[in-house]
């Protein structure tokens, strides 16, 4: 244990002196071997290896078996597959061709490794909080200031990125998918509340009470004046408060646990591997604003947003962190697929031909913003009718359980990534 304690310290360190040392990848004015971000002209792009600018179109969750029936059942999509093509690899060969063809550039989260070496850019989910006791689908936090974080974070990094550090085609690493960064549809805790709420040995509750000591001097009389209560030390604190001084020591708490996760996994990713970009934590819907601007972090600002109009959300993004931002899921679900769309996110729409025009619309007003760099659909293949392991069961797919393209979406979606380049190139033109 000694000695793996000093190996995850003089990994940290050599981090930190690298961090310091390598600066933002968005930064440099020369064009490496690898994928970069830079503003041009008042426009960000992803800079291709070769130094062209580029936007990213990607797709989610290309997978031969994306979901299985409730989580543990047959897999509709990958039955359906197997009678149409001779092998895996000649279903891979297909995907690929049709990616192509639609208009897209980027293999996006949670797709088959296979995929990955045939000259489109790839992204990597690395779920360093997830691998470090957080649960995203039951909105369990990480606790940041614990040792495990950090030397999973780091050991994670020289896993997953270390090899992958000369690979051209990697496009950049996720360190998290949706996490709870407080209330949301899987709570109503603020971060404070939930830190309070750990276990009295557990070093993120010790830093909660640090926090809050300095804040008030070491005097619980002062707090219980600003928050409205009756504690009787700071061992015994409520995990909630109804006044303006409570929310601002939340987020106080909030801005400095955010700060700490995005600084941990920035390091740790770019001392395994200086050369990729670090996309963030995969937003969902509107973070709060300290979370937001800890994200400056990253080279990247990656967000998930299920609605018509992305420009809100982007905007709020750029605002705070003054970073490029990719969004990482979107999709809309048409009402004449088939499929049950009781559960799942995303606004609903009649029919394919206007999941299309909504479709071209997301990607037009995106694409507008001169801060948005792409955009990954959610997801490859329609979800089991039946409903995946926690019971999603929409229209999400270019293609159907029966790997039928949805001819009429695809059509539009063609035409809206070969327009999206002119779109953002034209921010710029006079």
Request: hydrophobic residues 40%; proline residues 7%; glycine residues 8%.
């Amino acid at each position: 244990m000694l000695k793996l304690t000093k190996t995850v310290l003089a990994i940290s360190i050599l981090g930190a002196i690298l961090w310091s040392v390598r600066g933002r990848a968005h930064s440099s004015p020369a064009a490496p071997r690898f994928y970069r971000v830079a503003e041009r002209e008042g426009v960000w792009w992803f800079i291709d290896p070769a130094g062209k600018p580029m936007l990213s179109a990607g797709v989610d969750a290309i997978r031969a078996c994306p979901d299985r029936i409730r989580g543990t059942g047959p897999c509709p999509y990958l039955q359906a597959i197997e009678r149409i093509y001779p092998n895996h690899g000649a279903w891979v060969q297909a995907t690929f061709k049709r990616l192509r063809a639609w208009g897209f550039n980027t293999i996006g989260a949670w797709s088959e490794r296979d995929l990955w070496d045939r000259g489109l850019p790839y992204t990597v989910n690395l779920d360093i909080a997830s691998r470090s006791g957080a649960n995203w689908q039951h909105g369990k936090v990480v606790d940041v200031y614990a040792p495990r974080f950090e030397q999973t974070a780091l050991q994670i990094a020289q896993k997953l990125c270390a090899p992958r550090k000369n690979d051209p085609d990697l496009l950049g690493y996720f360190s998290d998918n949706e996490l709870r960064w407080g209330p949301d549809w899987r709570g109503k805790e603020n971060m404070l509340a939930m830190y309070l709420e750990m276990p009295p040995d557990a070093p993120g509750r010790q830093a909660a009470v640090r926090f809050l000591r300095g804040r008030y001097q070491g005097d619980i009389q002062k707090l219980n004046r600003a928050w409205g209560v009756e504690a009787k030390n700071f061992d015994s604190l409520p995990l909630q408060a109804a006044t303006a001084a409570y929310e601002a020591d939340a987020n106080q708490f909030l801005a400095k646990m955010a700060k700490r996760y995005f600084t941990v996994c920035a390091r740790a990713i770019h001392a395994a591997d200086p050369n990729h970009l670090y996309l963030g934590a995969r937003f969902a819907g509107r973070p709060p604003a300290p979370v937001v601007r800890a994200a400056r972090a990253a080279d990247v600002v990656s967000i998930n947003i299920y609605s018509f109009d992305p420009r809100p959300l982007v905007e709020y993004v750029y605002r705070l962190t003054h970073r490029p931002v990719l969004v990482t899921e979107f999709a809309f679900r048409a009402t004449d697929s088939g499929l049950p769309n009781t559960k799942g996110a995303g606004p609903k729409v009649p029919n394919e031909a206007a999941r299309a025009k909504a479709y071209a619309s997301f990607v037009t007003h995106l694409e507008s913003l001169p801060e948005a760099v792409g955009y990954h659909w959610f997801q490859w293949s329609d979800e089991p009718k039946e409903g995946r392991f926690d019971g999603e069961n929409s229209n999400y797919g270019f293609v159907t359980n029966g790997d039928q393209p949805y001819r009429v979406f695809v059509r539009g979606v063609q035409r809206a990534n070969h327009a999206a380049w002119r779109i953002h190139q034209g921010i710029s033109s006079p």
